[in-house]
């Protein structure tokens, strides 16, 4: 049964609703689909699946896009309901006759809705019925088909049983026993077509020269030449280039005393005292400095559009693309933006997005383009190029706030440290962009502890130690094979005791599949409950990005026995001064989870560390 079915506007006023469904839905999966599927650019999927407590539905939709309207329909996901999708298409095809911008009610359009559903469910239920009769007249094919074969085998092995009783009588009783060890009806025809195959297998076996046969014996003297040939002349070669033994020479150690002390990262002395203090040396960070863009656009885009598409089709649509560019076209079709579409993918992809996403991205861009009216003296390629970058606009712009200060200082007020829990694979540089948003931290005098919850990698404490000490802050360690989060909670613990502003966590570093870390680290954020889970992943990532970051949202969701788990609340994207314009790793991080990039690691020392620049990132992927 069909839950609800709604008509609203792109801004979001809705202009119809079923009053007799008028069911009333649980939880609220239409505003679920408007801010997971049609802000992030999913619009081009079939359906969305929506799941709370005691619901489970499916939300089929579509767009009229030259009118700015959709239309929604909601169903229990059990039921599979098949007239939905030609329900909604004759809905939109008869609401738009209608439809004005200046009218708010449409009471009118119940009936109109009644008969088209009774028409919809009429030509589902015929289209069942039809397969039905289908799928029987092919398995009464079938059983027709079995009793033919079957007949026919029966006359077949009543005329061969005659023939064979009449080879019997001639040939006595050896051609009988042919026939048994045969198995077959027509034994005479096996028997000698079997005798053939093995005269030619034994011919070949025992070298004869039969007429039509290969002769082996020829081959293996050809061989034998062949190797009495070749065999001199390794020996020659052997003896004329010795080769020559080749000896270690002996290592020559200098002379002079082996220093006292190798570990010039630890600056303490044996009391503890005489810290030095390298971290005033760094200077400002680049989190506090503007990156200037230039917003200049550039009129060689179309251009570059063409020139990524296929040849063929650049010659064949050049006149018509020019005379729709100064006529104007009436409804664009999905045939007139593939090609454009098609060249945005393949600039994508060698931008270092994930092709999953660059398919998903086109598909969006065609739903949101598809029957709108081409303006005149407008290429279709630049209108698909303005949908994209709106779209990539769109994603990575943060639709919450990421200002970590201001929640620093509200979470001051609450008289409570501010939780940070740094997570990622193994390898992206956790430990060393968590000093540098200690930095960070520390230039707005916020007072900042390290919790080494990283007991399982050697060397990880000494690392966040030497950190530690040369930004002069307090570190929480309890050494290595311990409860991570047993020690986190301690930390906090601690720094509520001596009022520490912020706790940044260290974790181990642990793939996405490994389920005995992923258990460790979902039970440590569901007994601290951080106030922000930080995801760190490497620009340098394709393809991989999507993996890591599903899965481990994904077991963080399954492994917490939390009813509503915490999943990653923002990215830090290391190593992007690596990666030139191959920046694709953080619209397909973004994508695949929905939270934004609020830090860029961009070099090793402190203050490498920035925001990131969405017009910079979207002027890069599309140039």
């Known amino acids: 049964m069909l839950e609800q079915l709604l008509i609203f506007t792109r801004g979001g006023l809705i202009l119809w609703t079923c009053k007799e469904l008028g069911n009333a839905l649980k939880g609220s999966p239409i ?15 079939a359906s969305y699946n929506y799941d709370a407590p005691g619901a489970a539905y499916t939300l089929k939709w579509t767009f009229h896009n030259e009118l700015g309207l959709v239309f929604v329909a909601v169903y229990q996901r059990i039921l599979h309901l098949l007239y939905v999708d030609d329900l909604l298409a004759m809905v939109k095809q008869e609401f738009s006759q209608i439809y004005d911008p ?46 033919q074969k079957a007949g026919f085998e029966g006359v077949t092995n009543n005329k061969s049983s005659e023939s064979n009783s009449s080879n019997d009588s001639e040939d006595g009783d050896d051609r009988k026993g042919r026939k048994l060890e045969n198995g077959h009806s027509n034994g005479n025809y096996v028997h000698n077509e079997e005798s053939k195959f093995n005269g030619r297998a034994n011919g070949r076996e025992n070298g004869s020269s039969n007429a039509g046969a290969f002769d082996v014996n020829k081959l293996q003297k050809l061989r034998a030449k062949g190797g009495k040939k070749t065999e001199p002349a390794v020996s020659k070669g052997s003896k004329a280039e010795p080769k020559k033994k080749i000896t270690k020479k002996n290592r020559v150690w200098d002379d002079s005393p082996p220093q006292a002390k190798l570990d010039f990262t630890d600056s303490v002395g044996e009391n503890g005292d005489n810290i030095e203090v390298v971290a005033a040396d760094h200077g400002e960070s680049m989190m506090d400095k503007e990156e200037i863009f230039s917003s200049e656009s550039e009129g060689e885009e179309d251009e570059e559009v063409g020139k990524d598409s296929k040849p063929e089709t650049k010659k064949k649509g050049w006149f018509s693309s020019m005379f729709q560019s100064i006529a104007g076209k009436a409804n664009l079709e999905k045939s007139d933006l593939e090609p454009a579409l098609r060249a945005l993918k393949d600039r994508l992809m060698t931008k270092n997005v ?120 307090p570190i ?102 690596t990666i030139d314009d191959k920046v694709g790793a953080a619209l397909s991080m973004v994508y695949i989870s929905g939270a934004p990039v609020m830090f860029v690691g961009c070099g090793q020392s402190y203050t490498d560390l920035k925001k990131l620049n969405v017009k910079s990132i979207v002027k890069t992927l599309l140039k």
Request: glycine share 6%; charged share 30%.
């Open 102 to 147: 200046k009218r708010m009610s449409y009471s009118d359009f119940d009936e109109t809705f009644r008969q088209l559903k009774k028409e919809a469910e009429a030509r589902a239920e015929d289209l069942k019925r039809s397969k039905q009769v289908v799928g029987k007249s092919l398995n009464n094919s079938k059983k027709q088909g079995h009793m």
């Open 354 to 473: 994930a092709e999953e996403i660059a398919e998903k991205l086109c598909e969006s861009v065609a739903a949101s383009l598809e029957g709108k009216k081409l303006a005149s003296f407008t290429r279709i390629s630049s209108t698909v190029q303005a949908a994209m970058e709106e779209a990539l606009v769109r994603i990575l712009t943060p639709r919450r706030s990421i200002d970590i200060l201001r929640d620093v200082h509200a979470a001051k007020e609450q008289g409570k440290p501010y939780v940070v829990v740094f997570v990622g694979v193994n390898g992206v540089g956790k430990s060393t962009n968590l000093a540098k948003v200690a930095y960070w931290l520390l230039q707005h005098q916020v007072s900042v502890m390290m919790a080494a919850c990283d007991t399982f990698r050697s060397g990880a404490v000494e690392q966040l130690r030497t950190h530690a000490r040369r930004l002069q802050i």
């Open 476 to 577: 929480f360690e309890k050494g290595y094979e311990k409860d991570p989060a047993i020690v986190a909670k301690e930390a906090i613990q601690e720094a509520t005791h001596n009022g520490s502003d912020v706790v940044l966590v260290d974790t181990a570093g642990r793939m996405q599949d490994n389920e005995p870390l992923m258990r460790a680290l979902s039970k440590l954020i569901y007994l601290n409950n951080p106030d922000l889970v930080l995801f760190v992943g490497e620009a340098l990532v394709g393809n991989d990005a999507v993996d890591q970051l599903s899965k481990f949202n994904q077991k963080l969701a399954d492994l917490s026995p939390s009813p509503n788990p915490r999943l990653i609340d923002g990215i830090l994207l290391t190593k992007f001064d």
């Open 31 to 45: 505003d679920t689909l408007i801010r997971s599927c049609l802000l992030e650019e999913r619009s081009g999927a």
